[in-house]
């Protein structure tokens, strides 16, 4: 059983760029949920993904959007990066939406310059 | 507005004695309650959970312990060992809702000295 994997580990854009990062959900799971981890925080919850449909959204503005693909693997996309978004970007997958329990990736750490 | 607080930022424990953190919430829609285990440069890992039907909850060494009233859980790690050094964070589910978004607190940085 493989777990969740995120890629890339590191990143450096710019102010204004956009970025992508991928996620892979562990095996067997169908629901991968996106969050950000800013230094010294929790994580805070962007949105969730279920079977290829948006499932739910906290509080983050639209530049942030994301996709699930029928393998249920999945894409956070953020347009016109901002200085305050850097921070670990962690994605998390369960089986079915109302599953509580959910398995992190390693994360992706984005740094705005 | 800080629904989910550790108001510890750290606790330093000796080895083969008890580790317990605290996290307090606000909100009473919370039915659900978990503890992550997070090492630097890895995601959370999953330790234990409990639902609000609940008042305890125990898996080997670590067993969590809720208090509704109080809107307060707390994790006991009996006996504590370094490799437990991590950062430990307390997040909620609320019920009624058709999704599964987790609320964190900010964390608590556990040290355990042999």
């Known amino acids: 059983e493989t777990g969740v994997t995120q890629s890339p580990t590191h990143l450096i854009k710019t102010r204004g760029q956009q970025v992508t990062l991928r996620c892979s959900s562990q095996s067997g799971h169908n629901t991968v949920s996106w969050y950000q981890q800013a230094l010294g925080q929790g994580p805070q919850f962007i949105f969730q993904y279920y079977r290829e449909e948006e499932n739910g959204r906290g509080n983050f503005p639209p530049r942030f959007s994301g996709l699930q693909f029928p393998n249920y693997s999945s894409e956070l996309n953020v347009n016109a990066l901002e200085l305050d978004d850097s921070a670990l970007y962690l994605c998390a997958s369960s089986w079915g939406s109302f599953e509580e329990t959910q398995y992190f990736g390693p994360g992706t750490r984005l740094l705005v310059l | 507005d800080q629904q989910v607080k550790q108001n510890s930022p750290s606790l330093s424990v000796q080895e083969g004695r008890i580790s317990i953190l605290n996290c307090d919430y606000t909100n009473s829609m919370f039915d659900y309650f978990l503890w992550y285990k997070k090492y630097p440069a890895e995601g959370p890992t999953f330790l234990i959970s409990i639902s609000s039907i609940k008042d305890k909850n125990e898996d080997g060494r670590f067993t969590v312990f809720l208090n509704k009233s109080a809107k307060h859980l707390s994790l006991h790690i009996v006996p504590s060992q370094p490799g437990d050094s991590a950062v430990y964070f307390c997040?909620?589910?609320?019920?009624?809702?058709?999704?599964?978004?987790?609320?964190f607190g900010q964390g608590t940085i556990l040290t355990v000295h042999p």
């Open positions: 997040a909620a589910r609320a019920g009624g809702t058709s999704y599964g978004k987790l609320t």
